[in-house]
């Protein structure tokens, strides 16, 4: 009995054990699990803070050209001055006053901000040493049952150094259904491998719908028409995109805006066309009127230090601006050399003007392409009799091109050839430059006695560091040295026509004649003519200079024989002879 009772308490304890290891093999896997949940959560969400201002809107004209309101073509959805419906937008500028333009299709740009991400900078300035990728990155609209694609997406930074994402969204359509609201969302991979995906929702207030279109009388209404405001800026000009050669210069549009002030201040009311309201409710700018650089050239070669030169003007003629910050940022081929990028001016009078002067230097890295600098200003006013602030922003392109250092190797020892004959000739050349070269010909020219079938050859688009050859095949009607070359054209990045010479001699030389000098036999006639014992001729020519050694030995041959013959037949007569004598005796 005491026996069994031991061995079930043994039993009972080897249980506890075994329950007990279970527990505790359990728990490091549940705290594995926990940390995967928290991980995973940590880098599948994307915590998404829309940028303000956006979405914004692109509207374009019946002829594809972008339509611009107060000089802008990007417009903000969010804008309460802005409707539209499925064939027109509206644009208020007063109670009185609006802009309302057909147009036949429009972008969505959207823009947000990852604030689960902050960026690394890296070594060189605009770089990020965990940049997301933006292979493979995606972004979509879900409206009412359709999904959109966008057609580009964008990274940048936030001024507190957080992940920036801006999406195009090329043609879209929200009129066919009646609801207002789209879902965003965001899938790319960030610079860990990890893929995320995030999105927001997003009510359209403004948009007009089918069942809210209301048709609406224009007749009492004064309608806004700047009659400069679809021409675009070329240099120092407002150029009429339909007619280039109508145009006006930025000093006289200035002077345009003036006069029409001007005539309201005396006359009480506003030109034709002009809201009273607008004018007295136009907001305040800076802008680089007039800039230049390199000492007035067009472009700079990559590696050059130059001098940027700006000249900035307070545009309103009534109001004057305090605090004014300006930044100065540059694309990835450029650089600032000798400041700061941001300058600080207490004041800038009513249509006054200040210049700034920037030593900037172009990478010798930078692609052969223009580079842009963005000059951005925020300024404080006083308007209405409250203080309000205002921001400007503008881009100067500066067109960087790369060294020409494409080279084609000379044609030496070219060997010599007959007439009627074809000879090759292989030109190589390499584009030792850092930029790529397009639309390269090479075409050879020779005297109009060289033949050749192919002589324009087209090599298409050179990347940089590549190389090839060019081969001729030529063929000459005449003798003689010619003088050829093969002329080489392509343009560079900048869309500039430029050529290199490749001069080469060949020699062609008559084809050599052959003639055979064998001495003539001399006819004889038929009766006179000699044979041997077989009956084949004899030429006399070779009886007179003597016999040949085989005829010599044929005929040493046989005499030997017929005078072995003889001896042979003199013995046996004698023999004969010998038993005749015999014979009598006996």
């Not at 600098?373 to 392109?397: L, P």
């Not at 030997?560 to 004598?581: G, N, P, W, Y």
């Amino acid at each position: 009995m005491k026996q069994k009772w031991i061995q079930r308490l043994l039993a009972f304890l080897m249980a506890l054990m075994m329950v007990g290891g279970v527990l505790f093999s359990a728990l490091p896997v549940s705290a594995s699990a926990k940390s995967s949940s928290k991980k995973e959560e940590t880098f599948s969400g994307i915590k998404m803070a829309a940028v303000k201002g956006y979405p914004k809107i692109v509207f374009y004209d019946v002829d594809g050209e972008k339509i611009r309101v107060n000089g802008e073509t990007e417009l903000s959805i969010a804008d309460k001055a802005l409707s539209f419906n499925a064939y027109e937008m509206t644009y208020e500028l007063s109670k009185s006053s609006r802009i309302k333009r057909n147009y036949s299709r429009y972008d969505l740009i959207l823009c947000y901000a990852d604030t689960s991400y902050p960026l690394i900078p890296g070594s060189k300035t605009g770089t990020y040493k965990n940049a997301p990728l933006k292979e493979g990155a995606k972004a979509y609209i879900h409206y009412d049952g359709y999904e959109f694609l966008c057609d580009n997406i964008e990274f940048g930074v936030t001024n507190n150094q957080y992940l920036l994402v801006k999406a195009f969204f090329k043609g879209m359509d929200f009129f066919n259904s009646y609801t207002d609201m789209m879902t965003v969302s965001f899938q790319y991979s960030r610079a860990d491998g990890s893929s995320v995906s995030g999105g927001d929702d997003y009510y359209i207030a403004n948009l007009d719908t089918p069942d809210k279109v209301e048709i609406k009388d224009d007749e009492d209404d004064e309608v806004y028409n700047d009659p400069y405001e679809d021409w675009t800026v070329e240099d120092d000009y407002l150029v009429d995109p339909e007619n280039p050669d109508n145009k006006i210069s930025l000093e006289e549009y200035k002077e345009f805006l003036k006069e029409m002030e001007q005539d309201k201040e005396n006359s009480g009311t506003s030109q034709p066309g002009i809201s009273p309201v607008d004018i007295n409710a136009s907001t305040p700018y800076v802008i680089v009127d007039e800039y230049s650089f390199a000492g007035g050239s067009t472009q700079v070669a990559a590696g050059m230090d130059f001098m940027l030169n700006l000249n900035c003007i307070n545009t309103h003629s009534k109001i004057d601006l305090e605090n004014i910050i300006m930044k100065v940022t540059t694309s990835d081929g450029l650089q600032l050399t000798s400041s700061s990028n941001t300058f600080f001016m207490d004041r800038l009078k009513r249509s006054d003007s200040f210049s700034k002067s920037l030593a900037i230097s172009a990478l010798s890295s930078a692609e052969a392409k223009s580079h842009t600098i963005t000059v951005a200003f925020e300024y404080e006013y006083i308007a209405d009799g409250a203080r309000k602030q205002g921001k400007m922003s503008q881009d100067i392109s500066i067109p960087v091109v790369q060294a020409d250092r494409f080279s084609a190797d000379p044609i030496t020892n070219v060997a010599e050839m007959t007439v009627g004959e074809e000879i090759d000739i292989v030109s190589k050349y390499m584009n030792k430059s850092r930029g790529q070269l397009y639309n390269l010909t090479a075409e050879l020219t020779c005297d109009e006695s060289i033949n050749c079938d192919e002589k324009i050859i087209h090599g298409g688009n050179l990347q940089a560091g590549a190389s090839g050859v060019m081969e001729f095949a030529l063929s000459a009607s005449m003798a003689g040295s010619y003088d050829c070359e093969i002329l080489y054209t392509y343009e560079d990045a900048m869309g500039n026509a430029k050529e290199t010479s490749v001069p080469f001699t060949v020699t062609f030389i008559e084809a050599p004649t052959y003639e055979w000098d064998q001495p003539v036999m001399e006819e004889f006639p038929m009766d006179d003519m000699m044979v041997d014992e077989f009956g084949n001729p004899i030429d006399p020519m070779a009886v007179e200079k003597g016999l040949s050694q085989n005829q010599m030995l044929l005929i040493g041959g046989g005499a030997a024989v017929v005078v072995l013959a003889a001896v042979l037949i003199i013995r046996k007569r004698k023999k004969a002879k010998e038993f005749e004598d015999d014979d009598e005796n006996f």
